[in-house]
């Protein structure tokens, strides 16, 4: 269990920030680097051999420039975007921003004295500040990540990795597919049983 608080730590801050922030940003210029090294996959053993091989050829499959072009078409516009990264677009009937689950998901942060810090009025659903904050609890409040991940997180992830891993920006699908498999083993691990909420995308 111990080790699974600490790879969900580990991860989510690194794989949170990847999928939240610009890759020419100094951060995430490091940490393209670090997974296009490869030394994740010491971290990630309980992945088939082929299964790492495939991720790796896509983390590598990527000059900078194509990377700035890639997040702007997935996360950014101007044209609707393949898999948008809020879960509200998935659990509201309206497929709206700021949708009822965003507010569930205000009302456990409050009730549990999290404050996030945004530079702007934006969603907290993003999947990226969502990896971070599942990292923020595995260290600060682990107890909390099971009804985090089962109540906020899970009911909505998957689909949107199905939709975001379609998509042919290899970077970003190798991303994609290593998070949906992390998700997966630390649901496993954490013994989770995810809400099955309706999906509206």
């Known amino acids: 269990m111990q080790n699974s608080y600490t790879q969900i730590a580990q991860f989510g801050r690194i794989l949170g920030s990847l999928f939240y922030a610009e890759p020419n940003t100094e951060q995430n210029k490091l940490l393209v680097a670090l997974l296009q090294n490869g030394e994740w ?9 082929n299964k790492r091989s495939e991720i790796q050829k896509n983390l590598q499959n990527a000059t900078s420039e194509q990377l700035n ?4 078409a997935l996360f950014i516009g101007p044209n609707a975007l393949p898999a948008p990264p809020w879960g509200s677009v998935y659990l509201d009937k309206e497929s709206v921003l700021f ?12 009730d549990n004295q999290i404050a996030f810090s945004l530079n702007q009025n934006e969603p907290e659903d993003h999947i ?4 971070m ?4 609890l595995a260290e600060a409040t682990p107890h909390l990540l099971k009804p985090f991940f089962a109540e906020h997180l899970l009911p909505w992830a998957y689909r949107f990795f199905e939709l975001f891993n379609a ?8 991303l994609g597919k290593l998070t949906e498999s992390l998700l997966r083993e630390w649901q496993k691990n954490l013994e989770i049983q995810p809400l099955a909420l309706q999906l509206y995308r």
């Open 69 to 72: 072009e890639a997040y702007q």
């Open 99 to 110: 949708g009822d689950s965003l507010l569930n998901l205000r009302a456990f942060l409050s």
């Open 133 to 136: 904050l599942a990292a923020y």
């Open 41 to 49: 996959q010491a971290e990630c053993l309980f992945l088939s051999e």
């Open 128 to 131: 990226g500040l969502m990896l």
């Open 167 to 174: 998509e042919s920006y290899p970077f970003y699908q190798g």
